[in-house]
């Protein structure tokens, strides 16, 4: 089973913060993804990296940006926080065989 | 492009009966079937997955799921829910090349006493 870490689990910040969404896995997958979802929704890519130094934008347009420095690590960040980025935020990382593992989440609040 | 329908947005049931939580997908290639849970405030969690092979996969908690190529469904069923069952369910698929996954809107499966 893959380990995956989201921090924070929970974040609450004012209209116009930068934030950094962290997400981290020990498995040395190269597939890593950044999911948005609101409550009760389906889940929206909002970006992926296929290995270091290789990142795309998803299918929902988004105004945060990723980097893929190392494999294990894959942050995601806001550089002015907006009400209407108030959302859940999942980072998952793929197998060769295509399952994808998925960490706990980010609950972002924007007030 | 492949994309997946959960015919159900929600399904309330009593404990200890059956339940089968519908899914269509479409694509024009080849495709792996995944169905996942997600529990409030947690991430998605494989229940199972649909590879080659056999069509009834068999998952974690007596869920399983079976491969009806013809009607392009992976419906999943449990015989006898239980209270703990009650969760967000996701059906989703992904093709067998870049693997790229798109997820259905969700059933939220709600088991009564």
């Known amino acids: 089973e893959a380990d995956i870490y989201q921090t924070p689990r929970y974040l609450v910040i004012g209209t116009g913060k930068k934030i950094t969404l962290e997400c981290s896995q020990t498995?040395?997958?190269?597939?890593m993804y950044w999911y948005q979802q609101d409550p009760g929704m389906e889940l929206h890519l909002i970006h992926y990296s296929y290995g270091v130094n290789s990142t795309e934008k998803g299918d929902l347009s988004s105004e945060s940006t990723v980097s893929r420095i190392r494999t294990e690590h894959f942050p995601l960040t806001l550089e002015s926080a907006r009400p209407s980025h108030t959302s859940q935020y999942l980072c998952?990382?793929?197998?060769?065989?295509?399952?994808?593992?998925f960490g706990p989440g980010t609950r972002l609040t924007v007030t | 492009a492949q994309s997946v329908t959960q015919l159900d947005s929600q399904v309330p049931v009593f404990e200890e009966a059956p339940v089968e939580l519908r899914c269509n997908y479409s694509s024009s290639v080849s495709v792996y079937l995944f169905w996942y849970v997600q529990y409030p405030n947690q991430g998605l969690q494989l229940l199972l997955k649909y590879l080659s092979g056999s069509t009834l996969v068999k998952g974690i908690n007596g869920f399983e799921a079976e491969f009806n190529k013809s009607q392009t469904s992976f419906h999943l069923r449990k015989p006898s829910v239980h209270i703990s069952d009650t969760a967000e369910y996701f059906c989703a698929v992904s093709d067998m090349g870049a693997g790229d996954m798109r997820f259905g809107a969700g059933t939220r499966l709600t088991v009564k006493p």
């Open positions: 998952a990382s793929r197998t060769g065989r295509a399952e994808q593992y």
């Open positions: 498995m040395g997958h190269d597939k």
